[in-house]
């Protein structure tokens, strides 16, 4: 039931098409034309991915990432979250691709976020701390960040 013996033959004997076809891609890679190729389509894939991770939006975040910081993204985090503007905010970054209310709430952002009850969205649409008790230690909101 073998399509060849055990022994005296190889894949190259057996699939001589398939063996010059590798041989050709094989000399071909081999040119430094070819290698000059590969090497700016891997340079065309990797830098965008390299760019959205390197270069920042004014809120310190990535450009594929978000803030908690940001009124828009966690409206609590935004009224209840510490009133710094340092390179520590990049704690408060998370992707874009995943929610809010799962990303910021986790780890060390669960403390600065300082939002008791881990929702991004207060309750009746707003943040007002002294009366909503929605900070764990109340803070006062800033509107410039």
């Not at 809010?100 to 309750?123: L, M, P």
């Amino acid at each position: 039931a073998l399509s060849f013996p055990k022994t005296g033959r190889n894949w190259q004997a057996t699939l001589p098409t398939a063996a010059v076809a590798v041989e050709a891609v094989i000399n071909a890679a081999m040119t430094g034309k070819a290698r000059c190729k590969m090497l700016m389509l891997a340079l065309m894939i990797f830098t965008p991915i390299w760019a959205v991770h390197y270069f920042t939006k004014a809120d310190g975040c990535p450009l594929i990432m978000k803030s908690c910081y940001n009124i828009d993204t966690c409206q609590a985090c935004f009224a209840c979250g510490s009133s710094k503007t340092t390179p520590a905010e990049k704690h408060f970054c998370f992707y874009s691709f995943s929610s809010a209310d799962s990303s910021c709430f986790t780890g060390q952002r669960a403390t600065y976020c300082n939002v008791a009850d881990k929702k991004c969205e207060c309750e009746g649409g707003s943040c007002n701390t002294a009366q909503d008790g929605i900070c764990v230690k109340p803070m006062v909101a800033t509107t410039t960040r």
